[in-house]
């Protein structure tokens, strides 16, 4: 089991270009979620997705727009990206375990924009 | 609404020494509790969790007892090691739209020097 993977590991933009972070997981989880994380402000919820082709805005949407293509790949893109935007992104899948369910984490995108 | 409130670091000790993170949090209804940890280049990963008042998870030598009372999830190690060098994530998990959401805290580094 590869657990959570994200592609690509690091990313260089210019102000103004789009891309897409790809995310896949290969443990059958129904939920995914995309965060960012910034220094001095913990993990941010820019979008989930409850089961297959359902999506929902979290904390932080602005930007961003997601798209669940199938139950294992959750992508998140940026159509025009912003120097705001210069973060470093985690996907994430949850499984119930017990009481509550329980978010495995991938290595994260560390992305810079110029 | 819900938030975690974790001491702020960076926190700096010897090896062998005893530690405790504090976190408090705010919630309605019950939330379950974690503590996730992330070693230097990683993504997250769960340490521990808690799901209902006076729980107490454990793992790898570390503890934390869910206090309704005192609203309160601290992490505590009796020895730490050098190895224990991370950045810990207080958080809680709320239910919205269906999926369980977790909402953290912003993070407390740890630097565990020989």
């Known amino acids: 089991n590869a657990g959570v993977t994200q592609t690509p590991k690091f990313q260089v933009l210019k102000t103004g270009q789009s891309m897409t972070l790809q995310c896949a997981q290969d443990?059958?989880?129904?939920?995914m979620y995309w965060y960012r994380q910034d220094p001095g402000m913990g993990l941010r919820l820019i979008y989930y997705?409850?089961?297959?082709?359902?999506?929902d805005k979290g904390e932080v949407p602005n930007g961003y727009n997601v798209s669940r293509l199938n139950k294992r790949e959750f992508s998140l893109r940026l159509e025009s990206a912003a120097p705001s935007q210069t973060s470093v992104y985690f996907c994430?899948?949850?499984?119930?375990?017990?009481?509550?369910?329980?978010?495995?984490f991938g290595p994260g995108t560390r992305l810079t924009v110029l | 609404g819900n938030s975690v409130t974790q001491m702020e670091g960076p926190v700096t000790l010897s090896e062998e020494a005893f530690l405790t993170i504090n976190c408090t949090y705010t919630?309605?209804?019950?939330?379950?509790l974690f503590w996730y940890v992330q070693y230097p280049g990683e993504g997250l990963q769960l340490l521990l969790k808690?799901?209902?008042?006076?729980d107490k998870g454990s793992n790898k030598g570390f503890e934390a007892t869910y206090r309704k009372e005192t609203t309160s999830f601290h992490l505590e190690k009796g020895s730490v090691q050098v190895s224990d060098s991370a950045v810990y994530f207080c958080?809680?998990?709320?239910?919205?739209?269906?999926?369980?959401?977790?909402?953290f805290g912003k993070g407390t580094k740890l630097t565990v020097n020989p």
């Open positions: 994430a899948s949850s499984a119930r375990e017990g009481l509550s369910d329980t978010q495995y």
């Open positions: 443990m059958n989880h129904n939920s």
């Open positions: 997705s409850a089961s297959e082709g359902t999506t």
């Open positions: 919630a309605t209804g019950y939330p379950s």
């Open positions: 808690a799901t209902k008042a006076d």
């Open positions: 958080a809680l998990t709320i239910t919205q739209g269906g999926s369980e959401k977790l909402v």
